[in-house]
């Protein structure tokens, strides 16, 4: 089990959503079961996109063992025109602003480091894109914008993948079964215990690992 919640054991020991597969009607098993089948190939990030692009969606979610197919779901949802239906006036559409940024993001490290950006250490990595969320105008484009755009599509692409949902214990869709437990803190009897409901690593100990990680020339998770 993957290490990306920064604890040592899995929260859910045992837990699989999968197991319960079965009781999900047949539109939704085929969904969800297509997420863990093998990647579709890459289309729309070209090659020299690509290599900008994988390193630059892992490190924006540690995205370790077991690693997930993020950057083909993100792909996925741009072959599809698959946008949220808004962007900011400053921001070129998003199949561009992706274009663009994996361009700027090289140009970055090869300006920083003399070398491409997939060439680069993690935590090399992780400097340039910290310096993209610490600026104001990055390229011309609104960093924040930027920043947002990555991290918004980042996360759809890992927590719509049961792996994810096993690491945070969530069951997966409830069609047509539904939830009847609806009192707070209430369970119902086919969701996931928690092995340790408390916080076994104390909040500050865990911002300063996060800042040490993620510190130009920090250590790698």
């Known amino acids: 089990m993957s290490n990306r919640g920064g604890q040592d054991e899995p929260a859910f020991p045992g837990f699989d959503v999968l197991d319960d ?40 979610v540690d995205n370790d063992e077991p690693r997930l197919p993020l950057l ?9 025109n698959e946008g949220p239906g808004y962007r900011n006036a400053d921001m070129p559409e998003y199949r561009e602003a992706w274009r663009q ?17 997939w060439e680069l250490h993690e935590a ?19 960093a924040s914008e930027v920043w947002t755009m990555w991290i918004g599509w980042a996360c ?32 119902d009897s086919w969701e996931a215990r928690e092995r340790n409901a408390r916080d076994r690593v104390p909040w500050a100990e865990r911002l300063e690992a996060a ?11």
């Open 21 to 60: 597969a079965s009781r999900w009607d047949a539109v939704t098993q085929g969904v969800v079961l297509s997420r863990v089948g093998p990647p579709p190939p890459i289309r729309f990030f070209t090659p020299e996109e690509e290599r900008v692009a994988r390193p630059l969606v892992d490190r924006l």
């Open 124 to 142: 090399d990595q992780r400097a340039v894109l910290e310096a993209v969320r610490t600026a104001k105008d990055w390229h011309g484009l609104p």
């Open 156 to 187: 759809t692409a890992l927590y719509s993948h049961p792996t994810a949902w096993n690491e945070i214990g969530f069951p997966g869709p409830a069609y047509p079964r539904g939830y009847a437990a609806l009192g707070l803190d209430s369970k």
């Open 211 to 221: 800042r040490r990680r993620h510190a130009p020339g920090g250590e790698d998770p």
């Open 72 to 80: 083909e779901a993100i792909d996925q949802r741009l072959v599809d």
């Open 101 to 117: 940024s994996c361009r700027f993001v090289d140009e970055d490290a090869v300006e920083r480091f003399g070398v491409h950006f």
